[in-house]
């Protein structure tokens, strides 16, 4: 386990004073992914258009220490991949001594949906970089509009809910299930820190090991986003632990293949515990709508059971 005094003394990468919503989960994935840095390597950091590259670099201001790259909304993978070939030519070439290290961000939007066809090409060539999705379960940026991470039965601006249909119909797709058919190194999905969990330091752990393992790698990381999902900010941190005691995202890592579910809930909780608190989702609690939720709780047990299976927990 890390050592969180240590941890405390290492310089933060990504500055104060950028412009994210106050509670925005997607600073503290970042600075937790970046703090698997070693402090001697470089890195170039890319970032997909969404909140995140609004809010960090608006120029001629940028809040990124390192080399950041804005991409366009689609191509965050391609571009990062690019940087990583160039790299290890000039490092043949004896043009560069400095060892770095390439890590791409990007928002669900920008990852499940519009990028996905760039993410998929860069994963398949496997280049030695790391792709962090924030998926905090729709179009944040630029008004809260479905994607296909966004849960079923939630209200978004393009799914409302009332009386035609309520809220989105569809149920969200497992990116992390389909990077891990790509065959990479390394696949892993997890959760920002939350004290006193014993999942505190997942992310951390999968970010270095994401980092340092040769090859192509993917995170996938559940991300509050309290305007969106309709919550207090003091409140953001129970949602995601009530995401995984759910089950309905679950924390484990496929490694060369092999799959290992990294935290096990002693009790599953009622996927209600995570719907009820977010107003994205109040609309299901009234009478006429309470058979959706019957049915989000197969579609999670179904996963579940899925999952526990690949993981040789069944």
Excluded at 26 to 51: F, H, I, Q, R, Y
Excluded at 175 to 197: D, F, K, R, S
Excluded at 277 to 289: A, D, I, S, T, V
Aim: glycine residues 8%; proline residues 5%; charged residues 25%.
């Amino acid at each position: 386990m890390p050592n969180l005094k240590e941890l405390s003394k290492k310089p933060a990468r990504l500055t104060g004073g950028h412009r994210m919503c106050a509670g925005c989960g997607a600073p503290m994935v970042v600075n937790w992914v970046l703090k698997a840095l070693k402090e001697e390597d470089k890195a170039v950091t890319c970032s997909a258009t969404g909140c995140l590259e609004v809010s960090t670099c608006l120029y001629p201001y940028t809040a990124w220490k390192d080399s950041f790259i804005h991409s366009a909304f689609e191509n965050a993978a391609a571009t990062i991949s690019g940087v990583e070939a160039c790299y290890v030519a000039m490092k043949r070439n004896g043009k560069i001594d400095d060892t770095y290290k390439f890590i791409a961000f990007g928002g669900d939007g920008g990852t499940y949906d519009i990028g996905l066809q760039s993410l998929s090409g860069a994963m398949e060539r496997g280049h030695d970089m790391v792709y962090v999705c924030y998926d905090n379960g729709a179009y944040m940026n630029t008004g809260i509009q479905r994607s296909s991470a966004t849960p079923k039965g939630a209200d978004t601006t393009t799914s409302p809910a009332g009386k035609v249909i309520p809220g989105k119909t569809q149920t969200r797709k497992d990116l992390t299930e389909i990077i891990a058919a790509h065959n990479i190194p390394y696949v892993a999905q997890t959760v920002p820190a939350i004290p006193g969990t014993k999942y505190m330091f997942d992310l951390y752990n999968k970010a270095e090991k994401a980092i340092y393992t040769k090859g192509a790698a993917f995170l996938n990381v559940l991300t509050p986003c309290p305007r969106g999902w309709r919550c207090d900010t003091s409140t953001e941190l129970d949602l995601i632990k009530a995401a995984v005691d759910t089950c309905f995202w679950p924390i484990y890592e496929v490694e060369n293949g092999v799959y290992k579910l990294n935290y096990k809930p002693a009790e599953k909780k009622p996927i209600t515990e995570w719907l009820k608190p977010q107003g994205r989702f109040r609309h299901l609690f009234k009478p006429e709508n309470e058979h959706l939720i019957a049915e989000i709780q197969a579609e999670v047990d179904r996963r579940w059971e899925a999952l526990l299976h690949l993981c040789g927990e069944k």
